[in-house]
């Protein structure tokens, strides 16, 4: 029986560009502030630092760290970061908890073209769905918020909660708040995106915070401002019905996939 309020915590994160240990250090000491009820916990892309890392070493980082909350029946959205193996790397997040520590992997599946990952970061994999606590939640990496096919094929899947986890620069904040409000809204979801902040790009760009929840109905969006710290919000998942009793959205596309099928097909 899912509960229809949830305690959503964002870590919107000091990070520093090139010193791993440090952010290590001071994520654990935000992990520690996290309330005891809350149902799930959002890290921001690249939180670590920009490096290049193997999954296991990011995996044993992320369980080390998810000893240290106190709250028994929380999610953690680890967020994603550049792991792998050889020539082989992804921008890849994990979904755990610690009745089930086991990682669901969830991928960035287009990296961005602006900042040149597609040199070295490969198309992701794993977009899946996670069931915590009866909801249904996914995760959309990044830029892969620009791709509306990439967040309906999780709400159309039966996503309730499309997490964010992102590292934008300053500039884009309030293009992202935009976004997050369409996905959000046409697919009467909570989108819920975590952001570095204090930082900077590898081109001297600043990274300012700006974390947010937007709502299912397009009215509200709940920000986190440009202060690093731990920002806990309450979501109720009775909006989301009572906002789908108006809006079809979602049925309407299952209810004409080969007409979308066809739009999709469209050569003049």
Known sequence: MRSEKLKITIIQFPRKLHDPAL??????????????????????????GGEKIPIEQYEETVFSLLAKLKAPQCLLVAGAHYTGSTNHFFSRGFFCS??????????????????GERKHIEKGVF???????????GAAVCVDLFYPEVVRS????????????????????????????ARASE????????????????????????SFIAFPDGATLLSCGKEPGVFN????????????????????????QEKIKQLYNITS
């Open 23 to 48: 952010n290590i250090r001071l994520m654990g000491e935000y992990f520690q502030q996290v309330p005891e009820d809350s149902d799930a916990v959002l890290l921001p892309e690249t939180w670590l």
């Open 98 to 115: 610690k009745k089930d520590p086991r990682p669901v992997y969830y991928d960035k599946q287009f990296p961005s073209n602006a900042i």
């Open 127 to 137: 977009l899946p769905l996670i069931e915590h606590n009866g909801i249904k939640m």
């Open 154 to 181: 999780l709400a159309i899947r039966g996503s309730l909660i499309i997490f964010n986890p992102a590292s934008i620069p300053e500039h884009r904040a309030i293009m992202w708040q935009q976004l997050g409000v």
């Open 187 to 210: 697919n009467t979801v909570y989108v819920v995106m975590a952001n570095n902040t204090a930082s900077r790009y590898p081109d001297g760009r600043a990274v300012e915070g700006g």
């Open 233 to 256: 919000f309450i979501i109720s998942l009775d909006l989301i019905d009572t906002v789908r009793q108006r809006w079809r959205y979602l049925e309407d596309i299952r209810e004409n």
